[in-house]
């Protein structure tokens, strides 16, 4: 079965009661057993509800996993999976990671105890055996990385990180499993924030994470139930109605993307342009030998922090928000926005950075509204 079919079939036959197309709200706290122990299934919202099994059953189909666990955001979803590490045990992540992450790495679990050590996402791909031992219980990866676009070799990153025992994340969310399925290439977790492309709408928070291991599945189900992180069934109802358009919204995307950084290439304003698309980008052989398509996220570089603080304050268009993924296209400056809590790592991002998420309108109009807002 292709990707756009299951999209729109795994987990979802019409209700058996009434027939009903689409996977109805199961809108309930708990469920009527028929005895003590014996019930249809299902017992209690937060350990299961039909809304969201449909929803782990499909998104783990179209990442090639056995096993799918929804969360209430991609940080829920994360912070279930550092609880697979135990203080005092060694984590390494990509330096070139989601502020969310880095702040709740090294301001959550290291003041715990918990050992990190940040690599660049070229020694990810290449030097990583340099950087792990027994004590290395994860490898966290990005690819392409939040905001700086970088690409991780992840076959060989896993490889590197299987060689002494270490367990491997792959944060998917900027691909979307529609333009890359890391479990194919060794990792043995895939995380989405579901916020994103997989929703796709701008109207919900969630997160999930797949796995075709069965003791990770039985051991992210228990901590699913004991820490309580589970998304509502509406929000599970509102990224089952995006998944189905996932593929067809993609497609739209990447191809404006592509038009969209070429434009800004040229552009004598604009420094650097990082997508992965265009030939100059240094990681664009491993996009293409690991990615279906090079994505729907652009940044680029202006002189300094004033220009491109102007720049994303001038579009009509382009909406000054935080996330991305959407059907509308967005525009920020990350250093200051969603990657504020990097401002003192070593590898803070630019002040000149500026991050596009490309939306599903007109890729001329949108081009327009950028070289009016550089223009100014």
């Known amino acids: ?24 709200i199961y809108q309930t706290s708990t469920f009527v057993q028929d005895a003590v122990g014996v019930h249809k299934g299902y017992d209690y919202a937060r350990v299961g509800n039909p809304t969201r099994t449909a929803l782990q059953e499909v998104l783990a189909a179209l990442e090639g996993a056995a ?28 330096n ?23 690599l660049a996402p070229q020694e990810m791909s290449t ?12 490898v966290w990866l990005e690819s392409p990385t939040n905001p700086l676009l970088n690409l991780v070799d992840i076959r060989a990153a896993a490889e590197a990180a299987h060689a002494v025992g270490a367990l491997v994340v792959v944060d998917n969310t900027f691909a979307s499993p529609y333009l890359q399925q890391p479990l194919e ?16 709408h701008s109207d919900v928070v969630g997160g999930f994470v797949a796995t075709s291991s069965e003791g990770l599945s039985e051991r992210l189900a228990f901590l699913q139930k004991s820490l309580g992180a589970v998304p509502g069934p509406f929000d599970c109802w509102l990224v089952l109605r995006g ?58 570089t202006l002189g300094n922090e004033e220009e ?3 720049v994303v304050a001038r579009t009509k268009i382009w909406k000054l928000a935080e996330s991305l993924g959407g059907v509308e296209s967005l525009i920020e400056l990350p250093a200051r926005m969603t990657h504020a809590s990097t401002a003192d790592a070593p590898f ?14 007109a890729a001329e109009d949108l081009i327009d509204d950028l070289e009016a807002a550089l223009s100014a």
């Open 243 to 300: 998944v189905k358009t996932l593929a067809v919204r993609m497609d739209r995307q990447c191809e404006s993307a592509v038009t969209i950084a070429s434009v800004l290439e040229r552009h004598p304003r604009v420094e650097s342009v990082l997508y992965p698309g265009l030939p100059s980008h240094p990681g664009h052989a491993i996009a293409a030998t690991q990615m279906r398509n090079f994505g729907a996220m652009v940044s680029f």
């Open 185 to 200: 290439l060794g990792a043995d977790l895939v995380l989405h924030s579901t916020t994103k492309y997989l929703g796709g």
């Open 1 to 24: 079965m292709k990707f756009e079919t299951k999209a729109v079939h795994v987990g979802q036959e019409p209700d058996s009661a009434t027939g009903a197309i689409t996977t109805p």
């Open 348 to 361: 803070a991002v630019p002040p000149s950075l500026i991050r596009l998420s490309v939306g599903l309108e």
């Open 308 to 310: 491109a603080s102007a």
């Open 67 to 94: 096993h799918g666990h929804a969360f209430s955001s991609g940080l829920g979803a994360a912070t279930t999976l550092m609880h697979l590490v135990s203080p005092g045990e060694h984590v390494v992540s990509v």
């Open 127 to 138: 030097g990583l055996a340099e950087h792990v031992d027994e004590q290395t219980k994860l």
């Open 96 to 118: 070139d990671v989601y502020g969310g992450i880095y702040r709740m790495f090294s301001q959550v679990y290291e003041p715990k105890g918990y050992r990190f050590t940040f």
